[in-house]
Every structure is written in C-alpha cells, then in structure tokens.
C-alpha cells in the first residue's frame, strides 16, 4: 500500500521570499509518479509540478521546483518568489501501477503581503 | 478543451434520501476517476473506470455506492440511503492513460442534513 505524510499542517511565507513543503511518501512499488496539486479556497484542484520516479532530474515549473530524494522517500516543493495567489491548500500525492492517487492532508499555505 | 465538469456544484439532501452526481471528462479523456474529500483532509479514492469498464472499487465504496460510465463518456455516481457521514466534497478526474496527469473537476459538495 502506498502512503503520503505532510508533516506540515500550516506554512506560511512573506510575499517574495521562497518556502519548501515537505512531503514523505513509501511505496513498494518500482514504477511511481509523484505529484504536488494545488487547491486554492473553494476553487478546483490543480496540477503545481509532476515527478517520474525513473527521472533523476527534479523537475520545475517556473517559480515551483521539487527536491525530489529517491532514497529517502522524499519529495519536498520549493515555491520561489513567493506570490498572493499562491496562497492554498497544497496536497503532495504518489501514483503507482493501481492508477489511483494517494494523498497527503495537505498544508495550508498563507503568503503575507 | 473545456476541461472536466461536474453537476450539480452543491447538493443539500435529508438522510435517507438517494443523490446522484454527474461527471464530464475532458472529451479525450479515457480515464476517470472518483475521489471523496471530507473537511481537512486529501481526497480519497473511490473508483475508477477506463472507457466503460469500471476496473478499481475501494473498499470506501459501500454497497450504497454505486458509479456508472455508460458508453465511456460521461459518468455517475449514486448513493442511496444517504448518511450524515456521507457528507463531502466529491471530486471527479479524468486522464488520457495510466501515469498522465489526473485533472479534476469543481466538485459537487454533499450536505446531508
């Protein structure tokens, strides 16, 4: 069974400066996807950064970056450049040969103006 | 690409009373998935189908449960006899393939009085 721990309830970070959630994840599994989704109050949820387990490059989208450790089963996001909108429930999520994704409880995010 | 839709957005219903939830993919799409989110935590899984066939039941889904894929394009999800505990935002997703991005919909919020 796969499972994924945020260790961080809530974070939060001043407008323009970076913050990293931590995420943990275990698995049995060889082949696995990694996911930060974004859910901001009331409004839908949706894709921040993608990870293949196989890809040794963290990957990045923009101010969003992933300090992706194999084998340490973890998986943390690095928001840069902090922003207003930024602000909202982040979830990290592992995906495995079942096709289901398995959530994290997620952190609440608050940027300060 | 008009994104995955759900219908209706809110749904305030009595106990013991049947509700039934619609999904649109995106057109695409031949994945879809459905997940439960109850207040503060990740959603969890619940089903999910490819094209018609429905492949994975969680053991969340009680015999009230029941989800429907007709023809591979839009589904439902029904749940008889509602409970209080029932009470959730339901959140559909939709995917080309196994491993691609999962993108949800709006979600329908359950209230059961």
């Known amino acids: 069974a796969q499972t994924v721990t945020q260790s961080q309830p809530e974070m939060s970070v001043q407008e323009a400066e970076t913050v990293t959630l931590s995420c943990t994840y275990d698995?049995?599994?060889?082949?696995?996807?990694l996911f930060w989704y974004k859910q901001p109050p009331s409004r839908q949820m949706i894709l921040v950064i993608r990870q293949e387990a196989y890809k040794q490059q963290n990957a990045t989208e923009n101010r969003f970056s992933v300090n992706f450790q194999k084998a340490a089963k973890s998986f943390s996001l690095k928001i840069s450049d902090s922003q207003l909108g930024d602000a909202a429930m982040y979830f990290c999520?592992?995906?495995?040969?079942?096709?289901?994704?398995?959530f994290g409880k997620g952190t609440k995010l608050t940027v300060n103006p | 690409d008009t994104g995955v839709s759900q219908d209706p957005r809110h749904k305030i219903t009595k106990r013991g009373q049947n509700v039934t939830f619609r999904c649109d993919p995106i057109?695409?799409?031949?994945?879809l998935y459905w997940y439960r989110q109850t207040l503060g935590q990740g959603p969890e899984f619940l089903t999910y189908?490819?094209?018609?066939?429905?492949?994975?039941k969680s053991r969340l889904l009680s015999d009230r449960f029941s989800a429907e894929r007709p023809k591979g394009s839009f589904s439902t999800l029904e749940i008889q006899r509602t409970e209080q505990g029932d009470s959730a935002m339901y959140l559909c997703a939709s995917t080309r393939g196994g491993g691609d991005t999962q993108y949800f919909g709006p979600g329908t919020r359950l209230t059961v009085l």
């Open positions: 698995t049995s599994e060889s082949d696995y996807y």
């Open positions: 189908f490819q094209n018609e066939a429905q492949l994975e």
């Open positions: 057109s695409e799409h031949n994945r």
């Open positions: 999520a592992s995906q495995g040969g079942s096709e289901k994704l398995v």
